[in-house]
């Protein structure tokens, strides 16, 4: 059984910086691209990091230039540093394989998400 575990949420005031990690357990991780995703209350799942099995990044316009992406193999852990914090990335964020490239069956369970407040 696939599980995701995120974590590194947390309060944080504008313009602050938090690093995001996604444990994943029980496949092989290394064979799929993987992805972040963000929840603001009221508002529909959203894209924003991509990262392909070789390393290549993508990211949503909101964060480009903000927030990077990162993959640790060995590990199964999927990374995002998060840097200038707005209040609108105030959020839910998951992590899981990029909905993009990936059928519905192909994706992982979705895991809990880590809390990200952006807040003075």
């Known amino acids: 059984q696939v599980q995701l575990v995120e974590s590194g949420g947390g309060l944080v005031q504008p313009g602050g910086s938090l690093r995001l990690s996604c444990a994943v357990s029980g496949s092989i991780f290394s064979f799929k691209a993987m992805a972040w995703y963000r929840q603001a209350p009221g508002k529909e799942r959203e894209l924003v990091a991509t990262?392909?099995?070789?390393?290549?990044?993508n990211y949503s316009d909101s964060v480009k230039g903000r927030f990077t992406i990162s993959r640790d193999n060995a590990k199964n852990t999927v990374y995002l540093q998060m840097n200038s914090l707005k209040p609108e990335d105030t959020a839910v964020y998951f992590c899981?394989?990029?909905?993009?490239?990936?059928?519905?069956?192909?994706?992982?369970?979705w895991g809990q998400g880590t809390q990200v407040t952006v807040s003075s």
């Open positions: 899981n394989a990029d909905i993009s490239r990936y059928s519905d069956k192909e994706m992982y369970p």
């Open positions: 990262i392909t099995t070789g390393g290549i990044r």
